[in-house]
């Protein structure tokens, strides 16, 4: 029983020659059909047969399609004028969010990894920690790199006391905006100055561990693992070793801003970034030409990028970024822009509750060297969950865009099969 995960996939059969990944999603599916073939009776290769397999990831969907509805319930418990309606669309839309969509018909590990991973913080939200620890272990069992949003479950508690006393300290100077990242030196001198002096805090640091004490369990077992594995990937560790590949949030950010157009983006928001380059127009000059030398200087082509042709990010690294050598430095202005976009659509967000998670997903998306569309799919289920509810209209218009989407790839890979010169496998085009 092996998984799809970075495989030479063909028609007949799931064989992963590169797989790296935690045995999680091989457990789950003798726990799941090791009951199913005694209660059915099902006897000879259709107990372990390829559409017995991927039926787990088809559980894990409906799943995560519950668990993304109770989420939205509990982050936006107030919505008014059909609140209930676009709380039910909006978890709908996201289960076919087309990367996760596509993945859950096949025997891949992203839709367990995250199931567990959305549960995990569900359970923080509602201030379970021993379970959210116990489900974030389980999502570093299907992918060693959810440690990242374990991590992420334990910021949001630093998170919720820091920004309580953020607010305490500003309320008493009479700050109108306490919540808001700043936007200059000295801004940013405040709070790295108030997180010093709350991270040394004994007191501070007391209590924040007598409450996020499991969430340092699962990170001591991480650590151990780590020491016994010698390092993350387990197996093929030549194709997946760690690098500073800052473009790599950029890609990020553009694909934010892409899937999740329908619902935040907005003519008031364009107004407002126009108004940004008018007020603070060195600023953005400043974080532009620091996107070019990031891009010059940290831009990596994983190999299997430039070899394989089954996905999309072969073609669009080919036909753009290859042929075109001064297309990287051109899209400049666009990370600029998607980067400023993410973090304003954020703005009812609290400041520490932001900063966590912009630490994350520089954490789970800058080491990885391979431009993978599947990495983007918690840290994109974590931004549009906490962005302020859509309209009924742009749900709709979401859903309409993601159905599209979904439509398109799924015949891509079921009527366009092709051949690799010198292989008798069928290829299909894929994310």
Request: hydrophobic residues 50%; contains cysteine; aromatic residues 14%.
């Amino acid at each position: 029983m092996v998984s799809d995960d970075d495989d030479d996939d063909d028609d007949d059969d799931d064989v992963g020659h590169h797989d790296h990944h935690a045995a999680g999603l091989y457990l789950v599916s003798v726990g799941v059909i090791k009951p199913l073939v005694w209660l059915a009776d099902l006897t000879g290769k259709v107990v372990c047969s390829t559409a017995m397999l991927r039926f787990v990831n088809l559980l894990f969907n409906g799943g995560n399609l519950y668990l993304l509805y109770l989420l939205t319930c509990k982050l936006h418990p107030r919505e008014k004028g059909n609140g209930a309606a676009r709380r039910i669309l909006s978890a709908l839309s996201l289960s076919t969010f087309p990367v996760l969509y596509f993945f859950t018909f096949l025997y891949y590990t992203d839709a367990g990894s995250t199931f567990f991973v959305l549960f995990a913080y569900l359970m923080t939200l509602y201030g379970c920690h021993g379970a959210s620890a116990l489900l974030g272990a389980c999502a570093v069992l299907f992918r060693q790199t959810n440690i990242v949003w374990v991590a992420f479950c334990a910021g949001t508690l630093l998170a919720g006391r820091l920004d309580e006393a953020w607010l305490t300290e500003h309320t008493k100077k009479r700050d109108e905006r306490p919540s808001r990242v700043p936007l200059s030196l000295a801004g940013a001198k405040r709070v790295a100055v108030f997180l010093l002096e709350s991270l040394t805090s004994p007191a501070h640091l007391r209590a924040l561990l007598a409450v996020a004490w499991p969430y340092a369990a699962v990170a001591v077992g991480f650590l151990v693992f780590l020491a016994v594995n010698g390092g993350v990937v387990v197996g093929d560790r030549t194709s997946h070793e760690a690098c500073l590949h800052v473009p790599q949030l950029f890609y990020f950010l553009c694909f934010t801003l892409a899937f999740a157009m329908p619902a935040v983006f907005c003519r008031h928001r364009l107004l407002r970034f126009a108004q940004a380059l008018r007020h603070k127009p060195l600023l953005f000059l400043f974080l532009t030409a620091a996107g070019l030398l990031l891009v010059w200087c940290f831009t990596h082509a994983h190999p299997y990028l430039l070899a394989d042709n089954r996905h999309y990010t072969f073609y669009v690294w080919s036909r753009v970024f290859r042929r075109y050598a001064a297309a990287r430095y051109l899209l400049v202005p666009a990370y600029v822009f998607a980067g400023w976009h993410f973090l304003d659509s954020l703005r009812s967000r609290a400041l520490f509750w932001t900063l966590a998670l912009l630490v994350c997903l520089l954490a789970a998306t800058v080491p990885q060297r391979l431009l993978e569309f599947r990495y983007f799919i918690v840290p994109f289920l974590m931004y549009r969950l906490h962005v302020p509810l859509p309209s009924l209209p742009r749900l709709l218009l979401e859903l309409a865009l993601y159905a599209a989407v979904n439509g398109a790839t799924l015949y891509l890979f079921l009527a366009r099969p092709f051949l690799w010169p010198g292989s008798a496998d069928t290829q299909r085009f894929m994310w």
